[in-house]
């Protein structure tokens, strides 16, 4: 690996990661965990959203598919290794059937179809019982024991879930600098553009819908365990909003972006909850403020800041890229 | 040399002890669809600490409480109680909603911290939970108590049951048809609804076609109200019979006179002629501005016995607590701010007198009392 | 039969509520390209103004209805439009949508710290009376909510389509900078689109609240339905959202009479998907061409 700026940061970054839990009560691992998962979920978002410009509100009921299936394999004794990547194609598959007829329309119509699949999903997850557990939900499902390294205890599964998210970043990070993430962010900027090129818009753009689906599988495989209890109402569309939050607060396009984002929006009520009743108008107006103020999202802020401190070179009005939302 | 021995013995006391002595949390809904019944468990329960902490605390120390409020989130409330055993609390109050309760009651228990709840769905003290203890008796207590007014008052050969389909609603629903399959009463309407739900036209409507000798509801407060109205509004003629959901002062309120002929079986009203609830209730209002209702009543009480059950054991000692709370019962003469005699069993299950309710005049009337279960 | 005679009258009378609500937001997506997550809110937020009137102003019930209505078109129609809309415009659609959402957690948690958690009564404007026509019931309540509907409905077309302020306010609409190059003021049009939603939102709010009763969290289920609602009839003509309402209203109440009423929220959802997939325009709407 080159010695370069770029990659001493990310060093620094694992670094954190690795020391961030050490000597936090079990309630803190417990949420730092939490936000690696929704990370995970963010920018499986991000791809569909930030590079390929696609409005998806069903990242939540993907997440319930990868979260219910892996309970429901791991509670009949398969082991989680073995369920996960069950779940996770599931979540791929799903995400191309969904989106062969979703990605017919656009833009917001596109959102309102995830809309309604998410609740859509929540709806069969409340009433099929005899599969799901209702409105009670499945529990008890075990942390993964990988003989040598039990996950069972907070920190351990915490440390499981580091490893987890580095597989996957660079999973990531080999698509988006593929001929495959070229095409996304073509998409984005320009689609009549990018088809009139030669790119099969169709394809590439079920392709990122998918992919994003999956990642959403994968990190409802890793709650599973976390929080050993599932029930409907942890998937319902509130939650997809909250993960379109994560990625817009963090800065669409931008790779870590969903990472920053997931962290304010699972970390923020945290801090303000010494405010009590207040903290949902607190959250609330913060939001608003942290939209108008940087709609390009935190990351999106901190580079218009290190633009402003180290002089770089300029780029021409049309060629910018970015998001556009 | 006396004192020598004392300091050094309140000294390893103060050190066994695991816990900050009396650090209480309330863990809550606060806020979202389970705000009104956890806001005022929650204020029953600092009515209860401001006695307590005024007559001198627990075993001599002042209660400090924390509150956290769950957002009626059940892997919030998860989080929130992990956070509060975190923190050191001695004994956590709360959350009155089952489908929290069912998620976060395990981490108190595997961490051996009692919890006392407020939820009444049945599977709560089914799961071999030794730390989980009620304040209102679970569905599978209460429902039956209606199957003998069934069967002999209303004399009902076939009924319909509409419910609110989640794990509270779900609870009562399968009690209540589990108990009419063993009266042998029929029944020939199931309907569902979601919670939150405004619109019952269908579902009065479905009722009215089906032609039951009577209707067991068990729905939110609020829901309740609007079904009890949509049913005047349609002319509904069937006895309406349910649980302390359906009666309550807050659905009075807000169904006006269409609530009058509601009958329910309440396991706590704060409309019941007893001496001791009437007083609370006139504590409540004259602190708070606002009235009770049960879920007040299960903070108070709730928390009053968190401090007889500790001063009884002499100590903060949260494995000795769970052990003494099974199996007790307070006498409400000997301790009056149970309001009621009270009594738990090896599950945490309670039992305790309740009484039957009618609405008449837009009022509730007691009109019998039902012994505490065995 | 008469069940769902009586199913149908129930689900009409629900349906123009809907249609009320939903016609704001067809209304403010027309004029701003924008959907209003908090469109709910702004149907639940006037019967909280008028209930202040009432409970902490001791005003007599129309006076406080006018307060509410006053309050409303302040706050929802043109603070509304000033602070969020403005500057959010240029953005783009999506930070608009975030920023709706932001402004309907903040208004149920305003109601609900300041005012109340718990559902309140709430004064009906009909009395209670109902006929009863060999066995069907319908309410005094169920007749004047369709009456009123239609009033504002035909009132507002004819609005829209008459007058020069509704004219311009359309043309905006339509392509606001050929508009300003014609003379209108395309920012007070705007301005009065919101006004419009504003008051549409408290008319709603004023007849669908003593049935639903006044809580923080009514806004919900309600603003969902709004836009299923414009999106399924039509959302570049008004008559569009009042088919999709009653549309709605309808089929909810019979699919949970006669079919299921666990899956009953599902009918609206897979009405959306088809719609959308296969008539994007709406049932009654104009299909639109799209700018390349």
């Given at each position: 690996m080159k010695f370069t700026k770029r990659n001493l940061w990310l060093l620094i970054g694992l670094a954190l990661l690795i020391l961030a839990p050490i000597g936090q009560g079990r309630y803190i691992v417990y949420t730092l965990t939490s936000w690696l998962v929704f990370s995970i979920a963010a920018m499986g978002l991000n791809l569909t959203l930030g590079y390929a410009g696609q409005i998806s509100l069903a990242q939540s009921a993907f997440m319930a598919v990868g979260a219910y299936i892996t309970a429901l394999l791991t509670l009949n004794g398969i082991h989680w290794i073995v369920a996960m990547p069950i779940a996770v194609l599931s979540s791929f598959v799903l995400g191309l059937l969904i989106g062969f007829p979703a990605l017919r329309v656009k833009g917001h119509f596109l959102a309102f179809v995830t809309l309604a699949f998410t609740t859509l999903v929540f709806l069969v997850l409340r009433n099929e019982d005899w599969l799901t557990g209702g409105p009670y939900g499945l529990s008890g499902m075990p942390r993964p024991d990988f003989g040598l390294f039990n996950t069972g205890k907070n920190i351990n599964f915490y440390y499981f879930t580091v490893f987890i998210f580095v597989i996957f970043s660079l999973l990531m990070y080999q698509i988006v600098r593929s001929p495959w993430g070229r095409a996304f962010k073509g998409l984005r900027e320009n689609e009549i553009r990018a088809e009139s090129l030669g790119v099969n818009t169709r394809r590439i753009t079920l392709l990122a819908f998918a992919i994003g689906s999956a990642a959403g599988g994968l990190a409802g495989s890793l709650m599973t365990p976390l929080v050993q209890f599932i029930e409907p109402g942890s998937?319902?569309?509130?939650?997809?909003?909250?993960?379109?939050?994560?990625?817009?607060?963090?800065?669409?396009?931008?790779?870590?972006?969903?990472?920053?984002?997931?962290?304010?929006?699972?970390?923020?009520?945290?801090?303000?909850?010494?405010?009590?009743?207040?903290?949902?108008?607190?959250?609330?107006?913060?939001?608003?403020?942290?939209?108008?103020?940087?709609?390009?999202?935190?990351?999106?802020?901190?580079?218009?800041?290190?633009?402003?401190?180290?002089?770089?070179k300029e780029v021409r009005k049309d060629f910018e890229q970015g998001a556009k939302l | 040399m006396f004192k020598q021995i004392a300091g050094a013995s309140a000294l390893m006391l103060a050190m066994a002890s695991p816990v900050h002595a009396v650090d209480i949390a309330i863990v809550a809904e606060l806020s979202g669809g389970g705000a009104p019944a956890g806001t005022q468990y929650r204020d029953g329960i600092m009515l209860a600490i401001e006695e307590i902490n005024a007559s001198g605390g627990i075993l001599g120390e002042k209660i400090k409480v924390t509150q956290h409020d769950t957002q009626t989130d059940p892997q919030i409330s998860k989080g929130l109680v992990t956070k509060a055993i975190d923190d050191g609390a001695y004994v956590i109050m709360g959350t009155v909603y089952s489908s929290s309760t069912i998620v976060n009651m395990f981490e108190a228990m595997n961490a051996g911290v009692p919890q006392i709840v407020g939820a009444e769905a049945p599977n709560i003290t089914q799961k071999g939970n030794p730390y989980v203890f009620r304040?209102?008796?679970?569905?599978?207590?209460?429902?039956?108590?209606?199957?003998?007014?069934?069967?002999?008052?209303?004399?009902?050969?076939?009924?319909a049951v509409t419910w609110v389909n989640n794990e509270f609603g779900k609870g009562g629903h399968d009690v209540f048809v589990a108990e009419m399959k063993k009266a042998g009463i029929n029944v020939i309407a199931d309907i569902p609804s979601e919670a939150g739900a405004a619109d019952f036209a269908a579902d009065v409507s479905r009722l009215k076609s089906a032609g039951a000798d009577a209707v067991f509801v068990y729905l939110h407060e609020e829901e309740s109200a609007r079904f009890l109205k949509e049913a005047k509004k349609q002319g509904l003629k069937t006895p309406l019979v349910g649980e302390v959901t359906l009666t309550g002062q807050k659905v009075i309120d807000l169904a006006g006179d269409a609530a009058n002929g509601a009958v329910a079986h309440v396991g706590l009203t704060a409309q019941a002629n007893v001496k001791s609830i009437q007083d609370f209730g006139k504590k409540f209002s004259a602190k708070y501005g606002h009235q009770t209702d049960h879920n007040g009543i299960k903070g108070y009480i709730g928390m009053w016995a968190v401090k007889y059950v500790t001063e009884m054991n002499?100590?903060?000692?949260?494995?000795?607590?769970?052990?003494?709370?099974?199996?007790?019962?307070?006498?409400v003469n000997k301790h009056p701010n149970m309001l009621l005699t009270t009594c738990w069993d090896k599950d945490g299950e309670l039992a305790r007198e309740s009484f039957m309710v009618e609405v008449q005049n837009g009022k509730q009337v007691v009109t019998t009392t039902v012994a505490a279960a065995k | 039969m008469e069940q769902l005679i009586q199913v149908i009258l129930s689900g009409l009378a629900t349906g123009s509520i809907y249609a009320l609500a939903a016609i704001g937001f067809t209304l403010i997506w027309?004029?701003?390209?924008?959907?209003?997550?908090?469109?709910?809110?702004?149907?639940?937020?006037?019967?909280?103004?008028?209930?202040?009137?009432?409970?902490?102003?001791?005003?007599?019930?129309?006076?406080?209805?006018?307060?509410?209505?006053?309050?409303?078109?302040?706050?929802?129609?043109?603070?509304?439009?000033?602070?969020?809309?403005?500057?959010?415009?240029?953005?783009?659609?999506?930070?608009?949508?975030?920023?709706?959402?932001?402004?309907?957690?903040?208004?149920?948690?305003?109601?609900?710290?300041?005012?109340?958690?718990?559902?309140?009564?709430?004064?009906?404007?009909?009395?209670?009376?109902?006929?009863?026509?060999?066995?069907?019931?319908?309410?005094?309540?169920?007749?004047?909510?369709?009456?009123?509907?239609?009033?504002?409905?035909?009132?507002?077309?004819?609005?829209?389509?008459?007058?020069?302020?509704?004219?311009?306010?359309?043309?905006?609409?339509?392509?606001?900078?050929?508009?300003?190059?014609?003379?209108?003021?395309?920012?007070?049009?705007?301005?009065?689109?919101?006004?419009?939603?504003?008051?549409?939102?408290?008319?709603?709010?004023?007849?669908?609240?003593?049935?639903?009763?006044?809580?923080?969290?009514?806004?919900?289920?309600?603003?969902?339905i709004a836009f299923i609602a414009a999106i399924v009839g039509g959302f570049n003509q008004v008559r569009g959202a009042l088919a999709g309402g009653l549309l709605i209203g309808v089929l909810d109440n019979i699919t949970a009479t006669y079919i299921t009423a666990e899956y009953r929220q599902a009918i609206p959802l897979l009405l959306l998907i088809a719609v959308i997939l296969f008539k994007p325009e709406g049932i009654l709407g104009k299909p639109e061409g799209r700018a390349v």
């Open positions: 998937f319902a569309l509130l939650h997809s909003l909250r993960i379109l939050l994560m990625v817009i607060v963090g800065g669409a396009g931008f790779f870590f972006g969903p990472v920053v984002g997931a962290g304010v929006v699972i970390m923020l009520p945290e801090v303000l909850r010494f405010t009590e009743g207040y903290y949902l108008m607190i959250y609330a107006v913060t939001v608003v403020v942290l939209i108008i103020f940087c709609p390009k999202g935190l990351v999106g802020l901190g580079e218009i800041i290190s633009r402003k401190i180290l002089k770089r | 304040t209102a008796y679970g569905a599978h207590r209460g429902v039956p108590s209606l199957t003998g007014y069934f069967r002999d008052n209303l004399k009902a050969k076939k009924v002499g100590a903060f000692d949260q494995k000795k607590f769970a052990d003494k709370m099974h199996g007790l019962c307070l006498d | 027309q004029a701003a390209q924008t959907v209003n997550f908090a469109q709910g809110e702004f149907v639940m937020l006037p019967a909280f103004f008028v209930l202040i009137g009432i409970n902490f102003l001791g005003m007599p019930l129309w006076l406080a209805m006018l307060f509410g209505l006053a309050l409303s078109v302040l706050i929802l129609g043109v603070a509304f439009k000033r602070i969020l809309v403005d500057p959010l415009l240029s953005h783009g659609g999506l930070s608009l949508i975030i920023a709706t959402m932001a402004v309907a957690i903040l208004m149920k948690e305003l109601v609900k710290e300041f005012y109340s958690a718990e559902a309140q009564p709430y004064p009906a404007l009909v009395p209670q009376g109902a006929w009863d026509l060999s066995g069907v019931i319908i309410s005094l309540q169920d007749i004047s909510h369709l009456i009123i509907c239609f009033v504002v409905i035909v009132g507002l077309t004819l609005f829209l389509d008459k007058t020069k302020v509704g004219r311009c306010m359309q043309a905006a609409a339509q392509n606001a900078a050929v508009a300003e190059i014609l003379g209108v003021n395309v920012k007070r049009m705007i301005l009065y689109t919101f006004v419009v939603n504003a008051v549409l939102a408290t008319l709603a709010s004023f007849l669908i609240t003593p049935v639903y009763l006044a809580k923080f969290s009514s806004g919900e289920y309600l603003g969902l």
